[in-house]
């Protein structure tokens, strides 16, 4: 259908400016909304524009959006941060480390809570979150990948927690993913030593879902967004709050909540 097919600009679009200064480009397409990293030429390295310019996405995003689709343009995911954020010029009209540091440790939190605004939403129950990833992931690009809820990556993906090297913690709500995901022992391998992780060993721990060759990434993408969008909307936004919930409960806990979402779903379809 034409409607269907028509690009619609998503509201964070609608500040130019701000849209420009984030390097990040985003589009919704009906219940797809795709948000590019659009730095190619500087890796798609992020500034603190970008991880508000993700929060703002995240705050304007259309209510029918089911499926968020995170990429690179270029030929890596993201180089991470800006390295120009640790000069004390930093990059111009956008701070740095040195403008930071001088707000006190409860201004730092502040500023750091904004930028994991960014991150967080990418949870959201109401959407499934996907990081499309080719070449570099590093510190706050890996962050990236990780906060999405499924990660698709091409065969020369490298994935790197660079923070530790550079001084600094991973702080874009990286840390519980990669734990979950790949376990205590394994995260602690990977964050202290800041070594890279190729496709092989990212499908072998968990952190990604699917390899694929460079070439078949858009149509491996694709295919999933396909899947995702085949089930009941409202029911899968329950169930992935109940496996979101299912960690932190009990057996008992989990089936109690099993049974209230049950409930609410056979009222709206049968009541
Ligand atoms: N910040 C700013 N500019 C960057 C960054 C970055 N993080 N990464 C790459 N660039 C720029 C390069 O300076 C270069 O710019 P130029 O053409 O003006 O000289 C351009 O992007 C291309 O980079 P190359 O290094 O030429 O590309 P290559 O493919 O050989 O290497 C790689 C890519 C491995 C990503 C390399 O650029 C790199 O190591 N970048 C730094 C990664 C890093 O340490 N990030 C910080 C992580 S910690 C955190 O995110 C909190």
Redesign the pocket.
């Known amino acids: 259908m034409a409607e269907a097919q028509a690009r619609q600009r998503g509201g964070y679009t609608d500040d130019g400016s701000a849209m420009a200064e984030s390097g990040v480009r985003f589009e919704v397409d009906g219940e797809i909304a795709t948000i590019t990293l659009d730095r190619p030429?500087?890796?798609n390295?992020m500034t603190f524009a970008t991880w508000s310019g993700l929060a703002r996405i995240g705050e304007s995003l259309p209510e029918q959006v089911r499926v968020v689709v995170v990429k690179g343009e270029g030929p890596?995911f993201s180089?991470?941060?800006?390295?120009?954020m640790f000069t004390s010029d930093g990059v111009p009209g956008q701070g740095s480390f040195s403008s930071a540091a001088k707000s006190g440790e409860a201004g730092i939190e502040q500023r750091v809570r904004q930028f994991q605004a960014g991150f967080l939403w990418l949870r959201r129950p109401e959407i499934v979150s996907i990081a499309v990833v080719r070449g570099?992931a590093?510190?706050?690009g890996f962050q990236l990948a990780l906060a999405c809820d499924l990660r698709i990556v091409a065969e020369d993906v490298s994935f790197c927690m660079?923070?530790p090297a550079?001084g600094?913690v991973p702080d874009l709500t990286g840390t519980k993913p990669l734990v979950d995901l790949v376990g205590l022992a394994k995260a602690i391998d990977i964050c202290l030593t800041a070594r890279t992780v190729h496709a092989d060993e990212a499908m072998r721990i968990g952190l990604a879902e699917k390899v694929v060759a460079g070439g078949d990434l858009d149509q491996a993408v694709q295919d999933k967004v396909a899947e995702l969008l085949s089930t009941n909307r409202e029911a899968a936004i329950a169930t992935k709050r109940l496996l979101q919930g299912a960690q932190a409960r009990t057996l008992e806990e989990q089936s109690a909540a099993e049974r209230s979402e049950q409930a609410a779903r056979i009222k709206a379809l049968f009541g």
């Open positions: 030429e500087k890796r390295a890596s180089a991470g941060i800006d390295l120009h570099h590093i510190g706050a660079k923070e550079l600094l």
